[in-house]
């Protein structure tokens, strides 16, 4: 019973801790003291609830013990100032304005895209005071509920630079007093490309999450795609909101056939796709048009995330595995690669190059990485590798680097998905 309720506040808080610190942070006009309030509402329901039992709503529960005390923080506040007189009325309309009622529903409070709490959260995040990796780094941890070890994998380093990071960020938004409220004009542009940087890594983590033992976290691929498409609407003449909207919409349309019937992850080209999703398919098609349309009418090329876009909608338009036009595939890892390199980048360029050329050209490009040091504790990297050894016969060598990416992987399904690849590395019999 005890460990029941401890997972159903671990999973409503993973949903709905980003809600509750940007209703507090939008009532105290500040971000660190926002999530600690958040923070207290945590702790209470971990103190009260093994004693009296899950409420009927926990969401609405945690929302309402976090107002309560950013409420009292008002008080105190006004009282310090001698304020009395002022005090009700002032908390009353700042109610009235700024905290939508705990029993409304998600779409209800948030039917104003431009009030959009949680996007306010985003951009103060994404403020120009901090630096790039900070901005990503505050937002992942307020809007994504990621923890400081899996921004930190994110990011492919440490996490105590990661924690350094989130620390110095708040108290730099705090000493800066920045404004709780959505960039307008030149300064939305300005801050678009970090806030497009956050989404992308929140839906990344939801759609293969880095730890734990869900193969994916669809409340973060879903909050990520709302976040897209709400910019969609702020910024409707930038294509690289429409190439990011464009991309989660179409990897959205297979999560249901990501899993089996045991929840087992299937990889790909594995999938059954009769269960993809036809309208997140044509909603992301319309959208990568959208984006190419704004290019050609701006006369510049497709940035990295319509690139992206791009090569997932080759995989949409695929009816079967073999209909994949990898030649197209590989041809847009290159002009990625050129676009923005990295060596992620360059190891799905082997996946494309392999798949077009035959798994010796991937082999070439993947054995280059094996020293870069970004990749050192990359699961994929072995895993991209043995699969290569496999299809070329170098069926030992494949099952050492199915075990190598085993021991690296955090996350327990793919780390399951892994060892069974290993244990079918039975060389054939003479």
Avoid at 128 to 136: F, G
Avoid at 251 to 267: F, Y
Avoid at 339 to 358: D, H, K, W
Wanted: a negative charge; proline letters at 5%; hydrophobic letters at 45%.
């Amino acid at each position: 019973m005890q460990r029941d309720i401890q997972r159903t506040i671990e999973a409503v808080w993973r949903i709905e801790s980003a809600r509750i610190i940007a209703v507090v942070a939008r009532m105290l006009r500040g971000v660190g003291e926002a999530e600690e309030i958040a923070q207290d509402a945590l702790v209470a329901a971990m103190e009260k609830w093994p004693e009296t039992g899950t409420p009927d709503n926990p969401a609405a529960w945690l929302m309402a013990v976090a107002k309560n005390r950013a409420l009292d923080l008002l008080r105190h506040r006004q009282l310090q100032q001698d304020k009395q007189a002022e005090l009700t009325y002032e908390i009353e309309g700042q109610l009235q304005d700024t905290v939508p009622d705990v029993a409304l529903s998600v779409e209800q409070a948030l039917d104003d895209n431009i009030g959009d709490d949680l996007l306010r959260l985003v951009f103060i995040s994404c403020h120009p005071v901090l630096s790039m990796e900070a901005r990503v780094a505050l937002t992942l941890r307020l809007l994504g509920g990621l923890t400081t070890d899996e921004i930190a994998r994110a990011f492919f380093v440490p996490e105590p630079t990661v924690a350094q990071r989130i620390v110095r960020a708040k108290r730099t938004l705090a000493e800066a007093k920045v404004p709780f409220e959505v960039p307008r004009g030149a300064e939305l542009g300005e801050r678009l490309a970090a806030v497009l940087q956050v989404i992308y890594l929140i839906y990344n983590e939801g759609y293969a999450a880095s730890a734990g033992s869900d193969w994916m976290r669809p409340a973060l691929c879903d909050e990520a795609l709302r976040l897209g498409r709400v910019l969609a609407g702020l910024a409707p003449d930038e294509p690289e909101v429409h190439g990011l909207a464009a991309l989660m919409e179409i990897q959205s349309s297979r999560m249901r056939a990501r899993l089996d019937t045991q929840g087992n992850p299937v990889l790909l080209l594995d999938q059954d796709r009769t269960r993809w999703d036809p309208l997140l398919i044509r909603r992301g098609l319309a959208a990568l048009a959208r984006a190419e349309a704004l290019c050609e009418r701006q006369q510049r090329g497709l940035g990295p995330y319509a690139m992206q876009a791009a090569i997932a909608a080759c995989h949409a338009r695929a009816r079967r595995p073999g209909d994949t036009d990898w030649g197209r595939i590989a041809a847009l890892y290159d002009g990625l690669a050129q676009l923005t390199p990295s060596p992620v980048i360059e190891l799905n360029r082997a996946v494309a190059l392999s798949m077009a050329f035959g798994p010796a050209t991937g082999l070439e490009v993947v054995d280059a990485l094996l020293e870069e040091p970004a990749l050192k504790n990359y699961h994929l990297l072995p895993s991209v590798r043995g699969d290569f050894l496999y299809k070329l016969g170098r069926i030992a060598e494949a099952r050492q680097e199915f075990e190598r990416a085993a021991a690296l992987a955090q996350n327990e399904r793919e780390r399951d998905l892994l060892l069974a690849r290993a244990a079918a590395c039975v060389p054939a019999l003479p």
